[in-house]
């Protein structure tokens, strides 16, 4: 009897597992590529769900001092949710200029 709860769990497990909506990780900028990956990881262990991408957004600036840079993502991101992973939000432009990116690009 017991065993065939663990299967209807698993069972359910696996129903709840193809209603996840597919998501990438992504780092608000190279600074981030770490800590976007362990909460990958995490989330990886936690979800069950290995098909869980990577990004990151690339600042692409002509001089190092340079202020205004051209965002660049690195990886693919259409049809997927993404969560941005960043460790401050002061102004919040980095973070619109990312979602405005991401969303060009499909997600």
Do not use: W
């Not at 209807?8 to 992504?26: F, G, H, M, R």
């Not at 590529?33 to 979800?47: I, M, N, P």
């Not at 990312?98 to 060009?104: K, M, N, P, T």
């Amino acid at each position: 009897e017991e065993e065939e709860e663990n299967d209807d769990d698993d069972a359910s497990l696996e129903k709840k597992k193809k209603n996840y909506p597919k998501v990438t990780i992504v780092a608000a900028h190279e600074g981030q590529v770490a800590r976007a990956t362990a909460f990958r990881k995490v989330l990886q262990k936690l979800s069950g769900d290995e098909d869980i991408k990577m990004a990151f957004i690339s600042k692409r600036r002509e001089f190092g001092a340079q202020k205004e840079y051209e965002p660049m993502l690195v990886g693919d991101v259409k049809g997927r949710k993404c969560i941005i992973v960043d460790d401050i939000v002061n102004t919040g432009k980095t973070l619109v200029s990312g979602i405005e990116l991401l969303a060009e690009s499909g997600a």
